[in-house]
C-alpha cells in the first residue's frame, strides 16, 4: 500500500484528531508559527495535502481565495463538506489538474513527508505558480524524522540509529487524550527536500527551525522539543 493509500484508511482517525480543539500542534502553536512565513492574500492559494480542511478554511478566513487539493477521497469530501463554497479538488499532488502557472501562492503544510513522490509534487508546485510566486511548506523536521529520543526525560539523548541520508518509510502510533492515529510518513534527508527545490527553480528565502514556545509546553516531559526543533519551514520563490 502506497502512503497516499495509507491516508485515506486513516482518514476517519484524521479527522477526529485534526478537530478536536487544541488536541494537537497545529492549534497550540503550529499554524500561528507556520503563518509567520506565509504572504498577504494575492490572486490563487493552492493548499497541497489540505486533509480535512483547517488551514484551508483558516486561509479563506484570512482573505485568501484558496484551492484544496488532497489524494484521499475521504479527506477531500471531509474539507469540501466543511465549507461547501471552498473549492477542493481531489488528485495526487504529483499530478495537479491546474494550469500552467495560475497561482501566486502554494502551501505543503505538513504534507511534503506524506507524499510517495515528493520531487515530482514539488515540481508540479513550481508549474502550477507563476514566476516570482511563493511556495511555503512545513514539514516533520529531518533530524526528528531521522531519530528519536532515548526517554521521554527533558534531558535526554536524542539518537540517530539508522541511516539520515536515505529515505525510509515510517509508521507512528500516536495515542493521545483518547485518540489514536498512525502517522505514515517518509524520511527524506534536508538535502532531498533542497534538491527537489532547486532542480523544480526555486531560491529559497527564508528558513525556520521554530522552537516549542512555552505556552505550548503540555508537561515537563515536552521540554525536550525545546533542543531538538519538530518541524522545519520555508519560503521559497519560483524564479
Ligand atoms: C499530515 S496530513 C496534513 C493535512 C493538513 N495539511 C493539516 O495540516 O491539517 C497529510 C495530508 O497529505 C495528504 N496526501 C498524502 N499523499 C498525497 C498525495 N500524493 N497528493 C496529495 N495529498 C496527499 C494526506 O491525504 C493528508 O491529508
Known sequence: MNLRAK???QADQWIAWAR???HDSFWRH???QF???VPAPGRLTIDIGCGEGRLARHLGGL??????????PSLAAAAHASDPAMAIVLADAARLPLTDACADLAIAFMSLQDIDAMPEAVREIARVLAPGGRFCLAVVHPINSA???ETRAPDAPFIIKGDYLRPFE???LVERDGL???FHSRHWSLESYFLALEQAGFLVEALREPELPDHALVSEASRRWQRVPLFLHLRARRT
Open 147 to 149: 531519530g528519536r529520543f
Open 30 to 32: 503550529h499554524r500561528d
Open 63 to 72: 482573505g485568501h481565495a484558496v484551492v484544496g487539493i488532497d489524494a484521499s
Open 20 to 22: 478536536a480543539p487544541g
Open 35 to 37: 503563518l509567520s512565513l
Open 170 to 172: 515510517s509508521a507512528d
Open 180 to 182: 489514536a492515529m498512525t
Open 7 to 9: 491516508w485515506e484508511a
